[in-house]
């Protein structure tokens, strides 16, 4: 049995994207037998369901158009801790967040876990230093699930990767309702042709002739490559193919950071400094993320209109952009930042114009600083929904090689001045991703933005990148499927989708445009 039962909350039909679906009920299973039954049901009925986390997704992933909302939000507990000839990893349900695991590994709140290998609980808790999941996908409060579905990535991309190279192990219910437990390494394609058992079930299938591009950031549908591990098709897949009801993601020592903003006198000097220690294999940062000058004018906007609304301080007056980074604290860190000290005093600043600080108190107000720029943007896209309820935020997340990331940035530039869109940039400049967040004001502007964006995703894909880096590709983003993979790789996903999902009720909408 499950519990299935009347949408009485309008935020099971939304995420952080603002935009907004219909559907009649929700369905909210404590555990996966729940959850498999409610499948089960849905299939049998032809029932669309749409699964649903935290929604806190920017592409209306979670974001249902009819049928039933699946709401994963009951299962976000970790079951057990386990070690392995490559380290300890823990065993998480969907919806709990990076916040939560990670608050359980620095506590060391092990009380009641599973042992999933002989011993692995009492020798994580004996080890010198506390452990921690790396992958940063910026938006901590988000679910492992959803992280995983989109291959999420974030800030911290520029040194650990993305989520896929932190998941061990899977279990995903399928569209009918059966199951499969998997590792990497389980099950490989023949060439071109998937197949493995699941329950009395056999699936077998020919997978798309595009290699997924793996030299920049990306998180444009599933990893399809010549004998690729089963693993593959389920992370990034943005729940197309079946839900995650378990994953084993890896976890490394955690050792203390110092927290970095560093002010320039122009964009200009920032990205020149970028290039620079980029290229510098001593300073080594964890990540890179960039303000520009139009960012920082926003910034000092909101404080001044409620100095509450950001616990840092006033931005300095003469400060044109700035670079955020952490850098961790090692035997030669005093080297290290001799070095960078060298690079900055070449691009027209130093580090006595910088912000530093190790205490956690003053790395929280230094990332929420940083995410202050597209939480103001959030709120304000949101204040527009009464009067253009079509509205919903605009902002690039592309990527491209680091040969190109010039030639990008200029672009941006230049064509949304002739455009007269007021913007800013700003983010995960290490990986030549800056997001590009053009500040709406009227339908017109969004109208003429739609069309600006398109260009900028045909720009990144010519230039070797991906027009989604990050968020995915959910409902909104469909056509940069075709535009990435062309008409054959399209028809060759949609026969993945329509083997493993023949009915046709699982995440309609995602990845794939309905209207085909």
Known sequence: MFNRQRITQASYLADESKMTGRADNVILPYDESELRDAMRYANSKGLRLTVSGLRTGLCGGSVPQGGDVLSLEHMDGMIGVGKDRKGYFVRVQPCMTIREINEILRNRSFDGLADLSPGAVESLRNEPVPYFYPVDPTELGGSIGGNIATNASGPRTYRYGPTRDWVRRLRVV??????????????????????????????????????????????????????????????GSEGIFGVITEADIRIIPWNPHVSNIVFFPTDEDALAAVRDIKADRLVDPEFLEYMDCRSLDLLRDVMASDPALIRAPMLPED???????????????????DRLSEILEAHNTSLERSWCGHEKEDTDR?????????????????????????????????????????????????RLQEEGLPFVVFGHIGDNHPHVEIILRSMEDFEKAN???????????????????E????????????????????????????????????NIGNILEESE
């Open 366 to 414: 230094m990332r929420e600083l940083r995410h202050s720029i597209p939480k103001s943007i959030f709120e304000y896209v949101a204040s527009l929904k009464g009067e253009m309820p079509k509205i919903h935020k605009m902002g690039t997340d592309m990527s491209v090689p680091d040969g190109s990331a010039d030639e990008m940035m200029s672009y941006y530039y230049r």
């Open 471 to 506: 968020h995915g590709i959910g409902k909104i983003k469909t056509h940069y499927i075709r535009m990435m993979y062309g008409e054959d790789g399209v028809r060759a996903l949609r026969n993945v989708k329509y083997a493993l999902d023949p009915n046709g009720v699982l």
């Open 319 to 337: 400060a044109g952009s700035a670079l955020f980074f952490d850098m961790e604290v090692t035997d030669d860190i005093g080297k290290r930042y």
């Open 451 to 469: 069309v600006l964006y398109d260009e900028f995703a045909r720009k990144a894909v010519e230039l070797g990148g991906s027009p989604s880096a």
């Open 174 to 235: 399928l569209p009918e309702g059966n199951f499969i437990a998997i590792r990497r390494g389980d099950y490989k394609a023949e060439g071109r042709r998937m197949s493995f058992p699941s329950g009395r079930n056999y699936y077998s299938f020919e997978l798309p002739h595009y290699d997924f591009n793996i030299g920049v950031k990306n998180a444009a549908g599933p990893m399809i490559y010549e004998n690729m591990d089963l693993m593959d098709l389920f992370i």
